[in-house]
Each structure stands twice: as C-alpha cells, then as structure tokens.
Nanobody, 117 residues
C-alpha cells in the first residue's frame, strides 16, 4: 500500500502563490509518476499536472501552463506543485496521485485551495 499525504493548501488572493507538497510512504512498488488533480464543488475531477519519477518529464493541463510548476525530490519521495498567478477558477480541492507507467492507483486525502476575488 502506498500512502500519500498532501498539504500546503490555503486561502490566497488572486495573483498570489501557493506551493503544495505530497509525500509518499509505504509503497509496495516503484512509483513511475506522480501528479496532481483537482475537483471543484459540483464538478468532475480534472487533471492538473504530472511528472515522471526518473526522467522528470512533465505534462500540464492547458489551463495552468505557464503558471504552475510540478517538481520532485526523489530522496524524500515528495512531489511539489508551485502555483503562481492564481485565479479564482483555480479554487478546488487538490489531490496528489501516484501510479505506475499507466494510470493512477494511489490518492492523497486532498488539500483545499481557495483563491479570492
């Protein structure tokens, strides 16, 4: 079982920044990729960003390109999401996820991000 603990959410004004963190532990297999998803009230969960664990290849949703940066610290089994120029539309619960080469199997509890104005 892989446990993911995500944190770093909060309340910020539009144009502000937040950095989310996700630490993985207890994994039974080598994680190939980690990513972030988000879900706003009444809406479907959507993909935000992902990163491959070894090569560091990244992918982003069009809505966050140029504003969000996903990164990793392999020694700590931790992935980060630096969020800049935040907009009210970014308000959501953000979920860390991890999985093998295809798909995501493990999920964090979620951390609330609220952007005012």
């Amino acid at each position: 079982q892989v446990q993911l603990i995500d944190s770093g959410g909060g309340l910020v004004q539009a144009g502000g920044s937040l950095r989310l963190s996700c630490a993985a532990s207890g994994r039974t297999f080598s994680i190939y990729r980690m990513g972030w998803f988000r879900q706003a009230p009444g809406k479907e969960r959507e993909f935000v960003a992902q990163i491959s664990w070894s090569g560091g290849r990244t992918n982003y949703a069009d809505s966050v390109k140029g504003r969000f940066t996903i990164s990793k610290e392999n020694a700590k089994n931790t992935v980060y999401l630096q969020m800049n120029s935040l907009k009210p539309e970014d308000t959501a619960v953000y979920y860390c996820a991890a999985g093998p080469e295809q798909g995501y199997y493990y999920w964090g509890q979620g951390t609330q991000v609220t952007v005012s104005s």
